[in-house]
């Protein structure tokens, strides 16, 4: 168990919808970072936030947009969701983002657009 | 982020050392090698860094050539649960770049009883 959560665990929803993925960070981490899986894609990095404000945008959509709030959780929102969205996203926390500082991953949301 | 190359698949028996090769021959002097490794569809998992001196940690032993140009993961005594795919990344510390771990394919490795 990394010490990050992530809700929900999986989601099933349909092409034009919006959904919000929600993560919370392991205790005394201040960024948050977004992580998209899919089968012809790999891993990709999507946007980082540090104690509230963001600090690496990855190849993230458009459609796509995050948030860390003052308790240091944090949403990505999908909106307009296409079939290719479909995906494992994945949230992970560190101290910080500076070197050293491992990242944790949490379990993933399993997204299905159909 | 310099690139790296991983073989995509390895195989090891169960008890035995494995070991990960990574390239990444294009390396900077303020670049440092990562190896995290994802189990099954997992959220992936750090294993160690380093930057030019050889590290080891409870997990894995990394090897850097002197050149930087490639390195090794070294998993001393592989058991069943070591079956994953293992990323090699190099990355910056800050810059624009902060915290961004850029993934690649990985090497999957099997261990077999």
């Known amino acids: 168990d990394s010490g990050v959560t992530q809700t929900p665990k999986h989601l099933i929803t349909a092409t034009g919808q919006r959904v919000t993925l929600r993560c919370s960070p392991r205790s005394g981490d201040l960024s948050v970072y977004w992580y998209q899986q899919s089968l012809d894609q790999g891993l990709q990095f999507l946007i980082q936030y540090y104690n509230g404000e963001e600090r690496a945008k990855g190849n993230i959509l458009e459609r796509f947009s995050a948030q860390q709030f003052p308790d240091l959780h944090s949403e990505l929102n999908l909106s307009s969701l296409e079939l290719g969205d479909s995906a494992l996203y994945f949230c992970a926390s560190s101290v910080d983002g500076g070197l050293g500082n491992e990242q944790f991953f949490g379990p993933g949301t399993r997204l299905t657009v159909l | 982020d310099a690139k790296t190359t991983q073989p995509p698949s390895m195989d090891c028996a169960e008890g035995r050392a494995a070991n990960l090769p990574c390239n990444h021959s294009t390396i900077s002097g303020n670049e440092y090698v990562y190896w995290y490794r994802q189990i099954h569809s997992q959220g992936p998992q750090y294993i160690i860094h380093?930057?030019?001196n050889n590290e080891t940690n409870e997990m894995a032993s990394l090897i850097i050539t002197e050149d930087r140009k490639s390195s090794t993961l070294i998993l001393p005594h592989a058991t069943l649960r070591d079956t994953a795919v293992y990323y090699c990344i190099v990355r910056l510390d800050g810059g624009t770049s902060y915290g961004k771990l850029t993934f690649g394919q990985g090497t999957i490795l099997t261990v077999h009883p």
């Open positions: 380093g930057l030019k």
